[in-house]
């Protein structure tokens, strides 16, 4: 549909007033939102996590797509909320104790939200506990974890501790990224998975949900 | 006819040999000799005195030096080739600290002092003849802890996380313990005494040298609660100094910003300017400092180490072979290369150069991509730029771009308001100051930007003579501002990433 294309355009070239433009026409015209994210949004944004991963896109192309996709997804929430939609599935996503650093949580958390997931973003400097009582209050089943210093890295370990003392390891996925992180540290922490980079963040988040 | 020239330093007693023709600017630097208008002959800071041999006067020399000068021996460096076997003296120092000292109450002290700015990269140490405020000898090194980690924050995850906290406060007392004796070796006199050792760093070095923990450093919210200057004997570092001096550290301001650009601030006079100004360290740790007259605020930036070339693909330090500086010439590029041989990679300052060019060829967009999906551009074969090379200078020009918006916004301020803005450091003092704008990492008027030189290391002498109250006091006036903890600082540092159009 032409129309609709205009979506995927303005996604990709990061123009978040024609999103919304588009979005609130395509509404009008009693699209059905679903669609609108199957067949736009979530290729649109693949394509954006594509590009940046073969250097084509950098972090300021990222996160200016990622806007216009958040203005376009704004519109549409509301309705699939009403329509009883279930998202991909439930992220709870943080930067850990003690470290600041949300550029990269951020990138992540726009890939996942573009990608269909719900997210919940708990910001920076999360601890074990906030981690725990977001679990719980809503019924997420992934958790995606950041970290961007050695010394930081650490408290990924304490807040899975902190996971499986509270009871609830079995109920969720726990995902981890960020500079000094390897698929090693997340085999001995006990989390289920790593990922190097936003793009693969989000394939990793499918099949771990799909898992 | 032999194809290299022989040159022999004084006071510092070095010899070396470069390829004849070499520009002195393009060797001197590593031996002190600094280059505040950037080499284009405008002003004295480059100062040599020949002793033997012979250099050229060109016009430039002509205008700015006074006939008893030139008949002196005296030559602007920046203006002259190694064309024969050279004897030269470097004596800008001294007239850089007795200018730059003028409004301080400074004394003369007997004795000596030594002087040294710890680098994360390099250290650098004089000794001073504390009478006259002469420069006796100098002497740079690497800093030995970089290979545990380039940039500040690997060092203290290596500290902490690693457990090598000793393992780097021992290299380095090591280092400029060894410097301090090449020093004495090259400039003391029997009976000479050491009546005073002062050292400048971020607060990192400073933790690293003074053995403190660096756990608070680690994470958030980064501070740390030895803010003070420590002073240590010899005893307590295990070095033996003639006159047995104080070893001073300098106080930290906070965060990361240490008494390094404390001793900026002195340098370059900004806390006594009633006109704003601006004080930014090009380095491995950016840090910006804001002065209003009433105020002053400060900060530091992790702008990584792009500028200094690393973490380029083939990039390296300022030395031999480095394409040090690039032009456009007939819709290509034309390359400086240091020390007048080929080139085989490119430092921080060609860097900017290459990627200014490539903008107005349009071989890179604004926001950063090479044109058509290249991976690559030659500048000069065999060395290249790469697309990820772009992006860590996107990343480092982002941050320092950043960092001086978010911190002028602090004050309320334009940047067109800024009377002065000094740069610190080698990188500073060597970058095109067009090539800086064009890239958006210096977004201000032409001559509003100052190369002010090692501003550390000048800190640093002046706190030979000076009282230590006045520098601790300063460090308690100069506010410290957590940028990443501003609700702008992401939307801020993304935007300053892409490249003016």
Known sequence: ?211 | MNDTVRIHLRPMGVTFEVARHTPLQDVLFPYGVEFPCGGKGKCKGCRVRVIEGALAVTPEQERMLSAEERDGGWRLSCQCRADEDLVLELAQWEAQILADTSSFTFAPRRGLGIAVDVGTTTLVAQLLDLEQADVLAVRTALNPQARFGADIMSRVGYAVAEHGQDKLVDVVRRQIERMIAELLEAGHRPGQEIVDVVLVGNTVMHHLFCNLSLEPLSHYPFATEHLAGVTLSGADLGWEIPGNPPVRFLPNIGGFVGSDILAGVVATHLHKDSRPNALIDLGTNGEIVIGTGDRMLCASTAAGPAFEGARIYMGMRASTGAISAVRIDAGGFSCHVLGNVPPRGICGSGLVDAVACALDLQLILPGGRMQGGEKSLTLADPVKISQTDVRELQLAKGAIAAGVRLLLGQCNLDAAALARVHLAGAFGNYIETASARRIGLLQFRADQIHPAGNTALLGAKIALFADPEIFATLARKITHVSLSELPDFQDTYVEEMLFPA
């Open chain 1, 1 to 211: 549909m032409e129309d609709l294309k205009k979506l995927y355009d303005a996604i990709l070239t990061g123009n978040f007033k024609i999103a919304r433009e588009t979005t609130q026409q395509a509404l009008a015209a009693g699209i059905d939102p679903q669609a609108l994210v199957q067949q736009q949004m979530i290729p649109a944004m693949d394509e954006v996590g594509r590009r940046y991963e073969a250097n084509e896109y950098f972090v300021p192309e990222l996160l200016i797509s990622a806007r216009a996709m958040k203005a376009s997804l704004e519109l549409i929430r509301p309705l699939l909320a009403a329509k009883g939609a279930e998202p991909a599935g439930r992220v709870v996503i943080g930067t850990v104790k003690g470290d600041l650093h949300d550029i990269g949580k951020n990138l992540v958390a726009a890939m996942l939200e573009g990608a269909g997931f719900e997210v919940i973003d708990l910001g920076v400097d999360v601890s074990p506990e906030k981690f725990i009582a977001a679990l719980n209050e809503r019924h997420a089943t992934l958790v995606a974890m950041s970290a961007l210093l050695t010394t930081t890295m650490n408290s990924m370990k304490t807040t899975v501790e902190a996971i499986k003392a509270a009871g609830v390891r079995q109920k969720v996925k726990i995902m981890i990224g960020g500079a000094p992180v390897t698929q090693k540290y997340a085999d001995e922490i006990g989390a289920d998975g790593y990922s190097n980079n936003a793009n693969a963040a989000v394939a990793l988040a499918r099949k771990l949900v799909a898992a």
